[in-house]
């Protein structure tokens, strides 16, 4: 593991804690920007914004599956064949980037009806951007797979950055609607988020065998499906507010929902330490429990402490978060922020699964991330007995998975 060391107090700090440090001050940023959005749009406007953040999200269930799979993969592999991986990948990203940016594109006038939102141009604009979305995805999966944290820190910085200053700087200054400035602004940041973009030395790379082929594809299949119900789970229950309240209700939910995600959004880079150690671990025929354990604690100790906060300061949260105009939803706050807990305990169970090539744990989650939309969908009568409907959906979800982990715990041991 490289790390870097500051001379003058000769402290050693390493990559992956600076990784950590780098995932906090991209969250940080990430909600800056949400937050300015809310403020300078109002509930109104904002609702249409937070559309096209949302919509980034769920396009993240393939940028994520890149991720992961060359992550995976690439800590898998050996030398020259890493590179040939990454080649590969890089090609089917891009071609899948380009098919499913011109689906947006065309689809852009039927997704302004459905989301009832003011412009149908800031579908197309975003559409553009999914190729570089993808392909800026796999670099990442090859970083996080090396543990090259630097690098990976880097990348999700620039995005951040540049998505931050560039949005609110056309805002500020340009005399178009604000939802299609704030889909340029996303549309750019894209291409600082590629560097630094790993460059491939070898020129004869060895061929990526059929069995390896194989078992990427099962690995894509099933990684795909998860990220799509997790991203469902996550940015669902914001699409139907959407579509079934009007604008300033859904305005209001965008921001309810901005504030209680936060510890999903914190978990995630926990997540992220955790898959490429867990598979070199298992590599190496070590045990991987305690491991799991020390990120599970540090999720649980976060949740807590996060759903206590949102509790007993709600009104002064979102007040100085996104101001009087938003007070509304306090009182759902704490319960948004539980559902929000419940997820991220979860999750880490899943992708701990994932990462030993267990898989019902997957198709579980998605089953509940499927179940809990079409609650929604047949009862939303209000915006409270949504989030109601999380909190009882992920509770028996987070349940079924720790009985999971025990029952593989005792198969385990059996075996030995």
Known sequence: MSTL????????????????????????????????????LGPQAFADAAI??????????????LQLSVAKFTGSF??????????????????????????????AGKLQLWFNTESSGMFRIFGMGIPVYFLMSVN?????????????????????????????????????QSSELVALGIFISLFPGIFPFKRIKTK??????????????????VTAFYELTQILINNGDILLVKHFFDTHSAGLYASLALIGRGVYFVAWMFVM????????????????????????GMVATL???????????????????????????????????MASSLFALANVFVYYFLSLDKYLPVLISGIFGILQLAMIYLEHSSLEKIVEIQILVMTTLLAIQIGYFFYHIKKTSHRS
């Open 52 to 65: 096209l953040v949302t919509f980034l999200l769920i396009l993240s269930f393939i940028a994520m599956t």
């Open 140 to 176: 990442r999966g090859y970083f996080q797979g090396e543990q090259q944290f630097i690098n990976l820190s880097i990348t999700y910085q620039a995005e951040m950055l540049s998505r931050l200053f560039l949005t609110l700087a056309f805002i500020l200054m340009l005399p178009f």
């Open 204 to 221: 004869i790379l060895p061929a990526i065998s059929s069995t390896d082929i194989s078992h990427l594809k099962k690995f894509i299949l």
């Open 273 to 296: 330490l955790l898959l490429p150690k867990v598979v070199q671990r298992h590599k190496e025929n070590k045990d991987t429990t305690r491991l799991f354990f020390k990120y599970l």
């Open 5 to 40: 060391r500051i001379a003058r107090y000769n402290l050693k700090i390493e990559a992956s804690q600076v990784f950590m440090i780098s995932a906090m001050v991209v969250n940080v940023g990430n909600y800056l920007y949400n937050l300015a959005l809310g403020r300078l």
């Open 303 to 337: 949740s807590i402490l996060v759903i206590l906060t949102n509790l007993l300061v709600p009104e002064l949260i979102i007040s100085m978060l996104f101001g009087n105009a938003y007070l509304e939803v306090s009182g759902l706050l704490w319960k948004y922020a």
């Open 78 to 107: 050996d030398t020259d064949k890493k590179e040939a991986f990454l080649k590969y990948s890089r090609k089917f990203s891009l071609y899948l980037g380009c098919i499913a940016g011109l689906l947006v594109i065309l689809m």
